[in-house]
């Protein structure tokens, strides 16, 4: 089976030719369609930057990007994205920031107005899996950063995209609220199985929650290692504690720590 | 237990309550009354000195001269005002238009900000005084130069406002829009221009004060009506009382247009000043 995102030795030079930053070289990254792989990597490694990339938000200097069959030149639709910042906007309501993407993506874009009883309804569903149920005419102002961060998650859905990209949205959270929310992310993963590249520094984060787990260099950042999750979904936090998951998340430290002996 | 813990405790917040606020009832209250007691207080102040070290007239009157001449003037002061307010209206509302659409175009493009800006600064560099002289020879002596020069005046801050607001739209939220595949057109409307209200509402009560400035400017300069012209009137002849009362209405209309324009700001972007009304909330 072809992959769903194709990554064929990518490199990303920011500014100028000669001068400027490196930040990914020979990045090469294949993800399967409905996989869950997360990328882990010492910070500035260019996680972001390869998030960016497949997004179609900035063109890679070399090597070739594909998604869904077709080489990415520009943004894509059917990509919804999630940040470690809640990027709600403040003068719109929940349920209007969550709608947000059905105003902007085709062809929800044209007949929002027309079925709009429909959309908010979708919006409302997306709300009670992630927990806000009743939330909808608060303003994210309002809202704890955790919620904030469900509601981001909403956004990131409303479009039903095929591709999720999640760039730490969990990093600014607490430890027991990050917790809560891979809960809330496993099951949106179990009820709509987008195929989702998870960025983070949490390695614990991405063994309980991804297929597969992939270790990036020092910049400029390119994959070194990567290991597959085996433990079948539905997990909880109880695995975490476990010897196996143990031993998976000590490996990648391990690796993580040898990528930045090697930059030092 | 409970009730025997709680029991003592309540008569305590009552009691703490009534001390803390005794005249005005609340806080808020007291805020509400805060800028009319200043106002008498300063008109008191000033009544008793011009009155115990005897200043004439002509060189300060007290508030109640002021009071007895805008009375006996008040016909030809209401119809100087009116026109006042007319120009300077007028040219507030040009500036607004034009603002919002030159402060839209140079906040969302930098090839637009890079070629208008030092024009703009340079523009905005030269005292309206020494245009309004040109404008007479233009267009005449009458209600256009004011209305221009109010224009001329109070745009610039709209302008530079309005630019900043969009100019400043945080990276991630344009990157959230932009991998969506919105155009800049989409960024602006959905969260450019949103974003730019707080920004304009806070130019418009400055624009507004400033737009009275340039009206009056123009009929002082020249012009056959206006509280201006009026007041230039009234100091040939030395009635300093009129002139005072010229200066007073011109301020009771700016205030006037400051409490409609906040109103507006509260109306419209009580999400940016939410910190002031997060207070009344916090109880739930």
Known sequence: MAAFVELDRIALRYGGEESGTLALLDTTLNVKEGEFVAVVGPSGCGKSTLMKVVAGLWPQSAGTAIVAGREVSGPLSIVGMAFQAPTQLPWRNVIDNVMLPLEIVQPHRSQLRAKRAMYVQKAQDLLSLVGLKGFDTKFPWQLSGGMQQRAQICRALIHEPKLLMLDEPFGALDMFTREELWNVMQEVVMDRKPTVILVTHDLREAVYLADRVVVMSARPGRMIHERIVPFPRKRTLEDTYKPEFAEIVQDLRNHISMAREQAA | ?284
Do not use: C, H
């Open chain 2, 1 to 284: 237990m409970a009730s025997m813990d709680t029991a003592p405790a309540a008569p305590a917040i009552p009691a703490r309550r009534a001390r803390r606020t005794p005249i005005f009832g609340s806080r808020r209250n007291l805020e509400r009354a805060l800028p009319w007691m200043v106002v008498i207080g300063i008109f008191l102040f000033w009544e008793v000195t011009v009155r115990v070290f005897s200043i004439p007239d002509f060189i300060l009157p007290s508030p109640t001269a002021i009071w007895e001449s805008y009375l006996r003037w008040q016909p030809a002061i209401l119809d100087n005002a009116g026109q006042t307010l007319f120009t300077t209206v007028f040219g507030f509302a040009i500036a607004i238009v034009f603002g919002l659409a030159l402060g839209v175009a140079i906040g969302s493009s930098t090839l637009v900000y890079n070629g208008l800006y030092p024009i703009l600064i340079g523009f905005n560099a030269i005292p309206k005084v020494a245009v309004v002289p040109i404008l007479i020879i233009w267009f005449g002596i009458g209600t256009v130069p004011a209305v221009i020069t109010a224009f001329l005046i109070s745009f610039f801050p709209i302008v530079v406002n309005v630019a900043t607001g969009i100019a400043t739209v945080e990276p991630e939220l344009r990157d959230v829009l932009r991998a969506l595949g919105a155009k800049s057109r989409d960024i602006v409307l959905k969260v450019g221009l949103p974003r730019a209200m707080p920004y304009f509402f806070a130019s418009l009560k400055v624009a507004i004060t400033v737009a009275f400035v340039g009206s009056i400017l123009a009929e002082t300069i020249g012009s056959n009506k206006g509280i201006g012209k009026l007041m230039v009137v009234a100091s040939s002849r030395f009635d300093t009382p009129l002139v005072f009362a010229g200066l007073l209405v011109t301020a009771f209309m700016g205030v006037a247009m400051y409490v409609i324009a906040n109103w507006f700001e509260t109306r419209m972007t009580g999400w940016a000043t939410r910190g002031m009304t997060q207070n009344q909330q916090a109880g739930m």
